[in-house]
T-cell receptor
Framework: SQTIHQWPATLVQPVGSPLSLECTVE??????LYWYRQAAGRGLQLLFY??????ISSEVPQNLSASRPQDRQFILSSKKLLLSDSGFYLC??????????FGEGSWLTVV | GENVEQHPSTLSVQEGDSAVIKCTYS??????FPWYKQELGKRPQLIID?????GEKKDQRIAVTLNKTAKHFSLHITETQPEDSAVYFC?????????????FGKGTHLIIQP
């Protein structure tokens, strides 16, 4: 079966601290991978996407970065978090056909 | 790039009635239109999708219609039930272009009144 694992599920980080969210995908090879952010009560904003190892495209300028060190691993990082980085972060993958599926999400609160 | 508008932002209906959510898109090259349901604190879940080569698709109480000429598509939920309460997102993408990422509407909070 095809599964998207995302962790940690919840984290509270102080302003200026680093961030690392990890996403792994099972059951498929060379998937397109995505990071979305959802601010409280708002829509889904595409942050990064990747079509292969080491290939990252950014949709919006920000203090976040993404990396894809392995085919089925996608990491979202920041060197110094801002209060405005708080939100619900979702990893997503195109696993079969045209359908994009989401991981369970990571709640980030920057304090 | 693609722009997706979704209306209404909030929709309240009586249990058993029908609910309709509408979206428009800007890029005539978009050819794939999924709908996601998101319950509070959880990830969006795909509930139905439609491709540009069909005008309508139905799955039990849920149906989606697509008007390519007008560039709009709609979600129809009949015989609404309390468990239908959630935020619904429409999205659009062009399969075969770049990473095929989805552009989402801002969501509709559907409230089913008992």
């Amino acid at each position: 079966s095809q599964t998207i694992h995302q962790w940690p599920a919840t984290l509270v980080q102080p302003v200026g601290s680093p961030l690392s969210l990890e996403c792994t995908v099972e059951g498929t090879s060379n998937p397109n991978l995505y990071w979305y952010r959802q601010a409280a009560g708002r829509g889904l904003q595409l942050l990064f996407y990747s079509v292969g190892i080491g290939q990252i495209s950014s949709e919006v300028p920000q203090n976040l970065s993404a990396s894809r060190p392995q085919d089925r691993q996608f990491i979202l990082s920041s060197k110094k978090l801002l209060l405005s980085d708080s939100g619900f972060y979702l990893c997503a993958a195109r696993l079969s056909g045209n359908t994009i599926y989401f991981g369970e999400g990571s709640w980030l609160t920057v304090v | 790039g693609e722009n997706v508008e979704q209306h209404p932002s909030t929709l309240s209906v009586q249990e058993g009635d029908s609910a309709v959510i509408k979206c428009t898109y800007s890029d005539s090259a978009s050819n794939y239109f999924p709908w996601y349901k998101q319950e509070l604190g959880k990830r969006p879940q795909l509930i139905i999708d439609i491709r540009s080569n069909v005008g309508e698709k139905k799955d039990q109480r849920i149906a989606v219609t697509l008007n390519k000429t007008a560039k709009h598509f709609s979600l129809h939920i009949t015989e609404t039930q309390p468990e239908d309460s959630a935020v619904y997102f429409c999205a659009a993408s062009m399969v075969g272009r770049g990473a095929d990422g989805l552009t989402f509407g801002k969501g509709t909070h559907l409230i089913i009144q008992p």
